[in-house]
């Protein structure tokens, strides 16, 4: 059992979000209880996002086309209609808002988003569908195998498009050909080893001179290039028939040397959901020996054999246990973990990368070593080290927190949020990073206190002079105006814009059907009474911090004081004030 105060915080890492009635049950049950019913919870059948993604796509491709005509949007002369990134914006958000059963897979896929980094801010913004079915391995594999993971992510040609391991060659040096290094350098240094020797509890190895040793150097890079040799879409697969593509092309084989022009060797005229396919003829097939005999090939095998030694080899090396550790860790709980913590993490992920494992000991670790809570069993003995347990939440964790504590919906009950509201005032949306170095780096600290006590502070690297004003804007938009965010089911109106969704947010919030809302029913019924306010502030305080009795309560009460007997402005005012607040901004555990 566990009280109401801790199942709060505890849901704000290891979900999405909680609302009253989700809080509540994970503090009849206790933490260590939820925890492992939401490990053992059935997984869904997979390819959630992309069944969700492709109904979407085909229903604003349907009324496109009996607005329009095929004439008007298939490309002849004019940009055409296709499954841009709005439409795995809106699967993901109706998920993240109406899914109420795996809410740790739920996260931990948004963590692993952001450490096995692709973004439709690129080519790939052009087929959503693709980039939903790359999601869908992070989500079904959540609490699988990371060797797994990180084989399929590398088979998959949106990585293969992101990272331009696809159409990638053997050497030709008469052509002046040469094997693109650019995955075999991101798999090393974001995906698996990272840059330097790592200790088990991700200190760093330091050599006779007192200096970091580099886990890889150049020539490993190239060794491991030409691993990625021979791979290219399946398939091509186009949405329109034209003067230029003829729909008898569509699942026809891609080749090297087939006589189609290599600009249709990629997105949008390929096949981006199913893994990408080795061509022996141009695969290098010789040995190859990189990591001081690491890994080590002995030539003469197909691309995929290759891909998943390397890939097993890779999971297995020392430093990726702490490495992985680290990142989720970051991602869901503490923005500098202990050295104790990192290693009993990394215990737990093991050779194979054991995600369930791992998982469970990122989010049980800290309910017995978390520092000044007596509401959790901390251990105090003498000499022990106890666990730094502070983070930014990411502006996309308290947005889906707050959506989720106020059990966001509409009318129509189709929450296709297109996200770029949101993205355009905090600079972050799902799978839409600026690079493949996230949003923000693992190290980043801000200047000033925090790296003078060297610590860092990732989230900082976006919670800029301006993202942190437009915030709070953002709040007041939502609370005050009911500016919430953009839920678009018809297509755009706009002249000259026949092939996407509405995005005009004054359009699309003025349709009462579809318009996101908050239910705060229960709030304004208790704010009726004056005499209720403390009881509300505390109450509101619980579900949005985690704790009640917050310092900020009297600055609270001042603020509506004028207005204490109109009951939704006392609601809007607590919810603003709370949401704005540091209490809320930073996760405390």
């Given at each position: 059992?566990?009280?109401?105060?801790?199942?709060?915080?505890?849901?704000?890492?290891?979900?999405?979000?909680?609302?009253?009635?989700?809080?509540?049950?994970?503090?009849?049950?206790?933490?260590?209880?939820?925890?492992?019913?939401?490990?053992?919870?059935?997984?869904?059948?997979?390819?959630?996002?992309?069944?969700?993604?492709?109904?979407?796509?085909?229903?604003?491709?349907?009324?496109?086309?009996?607005?329009?005509?095929?004439?008007?949007?298939?490309?002849?002369?004019?940009?055409?209609?296709?499954?841009?990134?709005?439409?795995?914006?809106?699967?993901w958000w109706q998920d993240a808002l109406s899914e109420n059963k795996h809410l740790l897979r739920q996260r931990v896929a948004q963590a692993l988003s952001e450490v096995l980094v692709i973004s439709d801010n690129s080519s790939l913004e052009l087929d959503s569908i693709g980039m939903a079915s790359f999601y869908d391995l992070i989500y079904d594999n959540a609490f699988g195998s990371y060797a797994d993971l990180l084989y399929q992510v590398s088979m998959h040609p949106c990585m293969g498009v992101y990272l331009s391991h696809m159409n990638n060659q053997k050497a030709i040096p008469a052509k002046n050909i040469h094997p693109d290094e650019n995955y075999a350098r991101e798999i090393m240094q974001l995906f698996s080893i990272g840059l330097f020797m790592l200790n088990q509890d991700g200190s760093l190895q330091l050599n006779e001179n007192g200096e970091s040793i580099p886990s890889y150097h150049n020539r490993d890079i190239r060794e491991l290039a030409r691993v990625f040799t021979g791979l290219t879409a399946s398939t091509y697969q186009h949405e329109w028939t034209t003067s230029y593509w003829?729909?008898?092309?569509?699942?026809?084989?891609?080749?090297?040397?087939?006589?189609?022009?290599?600009?249709?060797?990629?997105?949008?005229?390929?096949?981006?959901?199913?893994?990408?396919?080795?061509?022996?003829?141009?695969?290098?097939?010789?040995?190859?020996?990189?990591?001081?005999?690491?890994?080590?090939?002995?030539?003469?095998?197909?691309?995929?054999?290759?891909?998943?030694?390397?890939?097993d080899r890779l999971v297995a090396h020392p430093n990726t246990a702490p490495f992985v550790a680290k990142h989720l860790i970051q991602q869901m709980v503490t923005s500098n973990p202990s050295p104790e913590y990192i290693a009993a993490v990394a215990e737990k992920f093991g050779p194979r990368g054991d995600l369930a494992a791992t998982v469970h000991e990122v989010l049980r670790y800290p309910l017995y070593n978390a520092v000044n809570d007596t509401e959790y069993p901390a251990q105090r003995e003498e000499g022990g080290r106890k666990l730094q347990s502070q983070k930014l939440k990411s502006p996309l964790m308290r947005i889906t927190q707050i959506l989720r504590a106020f059990n966001a919906h509409n009318r129509s009950g189709y929450m296709w949020l297109i996200g770029d509201d949101i993205q355009e005032a905090v600079q972050q949306h799902p799978v839409s990073a600026p690079t493949v170095f996230n949003f923000y780096k693992p190290d980043f600290v801000p200047q000033g206190m925090l790296k003078e006590i060297g610590e860092v502070a990732p989230e900082f690297e976006i919670h800029t002079s301006a993202t942190s004003i437009a915030y709070v804007n953002l709040m007041y938009y939502w609370f005050f105006g009911e500016y919430m965010p953009a839920v678009s089911t018809r297509i755009n109106e706009s002249d000259g814009i026949q092939n996407a969704p509405e995005f005009n947010t004054d359009v699309l919030n003025?349709?009462?059907?579809?318009?996101?809302?908050?239910?705060?029913?229960?709030?304004?019924?208790?704010?009726?009474?004056?005499?209720?306010?403390?009881?509300?502030?505390?109450?509101?305080?619980?579900?949005?911090?985690?704790?009640?009795?917050?310092?900020?309560?009297?600055?609270?009460?001042?603020?509506?004081?004028?207005?204490?007997?109109?009951?939704?402005?006392?609601?809007?005012?607590?919810?603003?004030?709370?949401?704005?607040?540091?209490?809320?901004?930073?996760?405390?555990?």
């Amino acid at each position: 059992m566990g009280t109401v105060n801790q199942a709060s915080r505890f849901m704000m890492q290891a979900s999405l979000g909680g609302n009253k009635s989700s809080i509540e049950q994970l503090a009849s049950m206790g933490p260590e209880a939820w925890l492992e019913w939401q490990l053992g919870i059935k997984a869904p059948k997979k390819g959630k996002f992309q069944r969700s993604t492709k109904k979407i796509w085909r229903f604003f491709r349907r009324e496109l086309l009996n607005t329009h005509g095929k004439a008007a949007i298939n490309g002849e002369g004019n940009n055409p209609a296709l499954p841009y990134k709005w439409y795995f914006h809106m699967a993901w958000w109706q998920d993240a808002l109406s899914e109420n059963k795996h809410l740790l897979r739920q996260r931990v896929a948004q963590a692993l988003s952001e450490v096995l980094v692709i973004s439709d801010n690129s080519s790939l913004e052009l087929d959503s569908i693709g980039m939903a079915s790359f999601y869908d391995l992070i989500y079904d594999n959540a609490f699988g195998s990371y060797a797994d993971l990180l084989y399929q992510v590398s088979m998959h040609p949106c990585m293969g498009v992101y990272l331009s391991h696809m159409n990638n060659q053997k050497a030709i040096p008469a052509k002046n050909i040469h094997p693109d290094e650019n995955y075999a350098r991101e798999i090393m240094q974001l995906f698996s080893i990272g840059l330097f020797m790592l200790n088990q509890d991700g200190s760093l190895q330091l050599n006779e001179n007192g200096e970091s040793i580099p886990s890889y150097h150049n020539r490993d890079i190239r060794e491991l290039a030409r691993v990625f040799t021979g791979l290219t879409a399946s398939t091509y697969q186009h949405e329109w028939t034209t003067s230029y593509w003829s729909k008898d092309y569509n699942g026809y084989p891609v080749g090297f040397n087939d006589g189609v022009e290599t600009t249709y060797k990629t997105v949008p005229f390929v096949n981006m959901r199913e893994p990408m396919i080795g061509h022996e003829s141009h695969h290098d097939r010789k040995p190859k020996e990189l990591l001081d005999g690491f890994i080590n090939l002995p030539g003469g095998q197909t691309v995929e054999e290759e891909v998943r030694q390397v890939v097993d080899r890779l999971v297995a090396h020392p430093n990726t246990a702490p490495f992985v550790a680290k990142h989720l860790i970051q991602q869901m709980v503490t923005s500098n973990p202990s050295p104790e913590y990192i290693a009993a993490v990394a215990e737990k992920f093991g050779p194979r990368g054991d995600l369930a494992a791992t998982v469970h000991e990122v989010l049980r670790y800290p309910l017995y070593n978390a520092v000044n809570d007596t509401e959790y069993p901390a251990q105090r003995e003498e000499g022990g080290r106890k666990l730094q347990s502070q983070k930014l939440k990411s502006p996309l964790m308290r947005i889906t927190q707050i959506l989720r504590a106020f059990n966001a919906h509409n009318r129509s009950g189709y929450m296709w949020l297109i996200g770029d509201d949101i993205q355009e005032a905090v600079q972050q949306h799902p799978v839409s990073a600026p690079t493949v170095f996230n949003f923000y780096k693992p190290d980043f600290v801000p200047q000033g206190m925090l790296k003078e006590i060297g610590e860092v502070a990732p989230e900082f690297e976006i919670h800029t002079s301006a993202t942190s004003i437009a915030y709070v804007n953002l709040m007041y938009y939502w609370f005050f105006g009911e500016y919430m965010p953009a839920v678009s089911t018809r297509i755009n109106e706009s002249d000259g814009i026949q092939n996407a969704p509405e995005f005009n947010t004054d359009v699309l919030n003025a349709d009462a059907f579809n318009k996101l809302r908050l239910d705060f029913s229960e709030q304004i019924r208790l704010a009726r009474n004056p005499r209720n306010h403390d009881q509300l502030i505390d109450d509101m305080s619980q579900l949005l911090l985690g704790k009640t009795n917050p310092e900020i309560k009297p600055a609270i009460k001042r603020a509506f004081q004028a207005y204490r007997d109109n009951p939704k402005w006392v609601v809007q005012t607590i919810v603003f004030m709370l949401t704005i607040s540091p209490e809320f901004t930073v996760l405390e555990v």
